[in-house]
């Protein structure tokens, strides 16, 4: 699926499914709730904590499907073609880290 299809598959979802788009503030603290759950399950699957019995279950591809759906939501709402949004920005990080990386001794 492009980003574009997504975009457009998350606007049809809301406008029938959902009735309508949750207002960009409320959004913005969807997000970073969402952006919090998988942080929780990268912190225990990755990092020094340990999962509670009833978190063993979870699905890290789901939780950062939710990242990505609310995100999209966000765009839409803003106008923001995240196609384009995403070509700039890796036109910019190649261009401004061109060398950057190459040069990082902690990569090597």
């Known amino acids: 699926?492009?980003?574009e299809e997504a975009q457009a598959l998350?606007?049809?979802w809301i406008k029938t499914t959902g009735i309508r788009y949750f207002n960009e503030l409320t959004n913005t603290a969807i997000l970073m709730e969402e952006v919090g759950e998988v942080a929780?399950?990268?912190s225990r699957r990755y990092g020094e904590q340990s999962f509670k019995e009833s978190d063993k279950a979870v699905d890290l591809g789901d939780e950062m499907?939710?990242?990505l759906?609310?995100?999209?939501?966000?765009a839409n709402q803003t106008?923001?073609?995240l196609t384009e949004a995403l070509e700039k920005n890796l036109q910019k990080k190649t261009i401004r880290d061109a060398d950057r990386h190459k040069?990082?001794?902690k990569l090597i």
């Open 79 to 81: 106008g923001i073609n």
């Open 69 to 74: 759906f609310v995100l999209i939501c966000l």
């Open 103 to 105: 040069n990082n001794s």
């Open 40 to 42: 929780r399950i990268m």
């Open 10 to 12: 998350v606007d049809d």
């Open 65 to 67: 499907a939710d990242v």
């Open 1 to 3: 699926m492009k980003i």
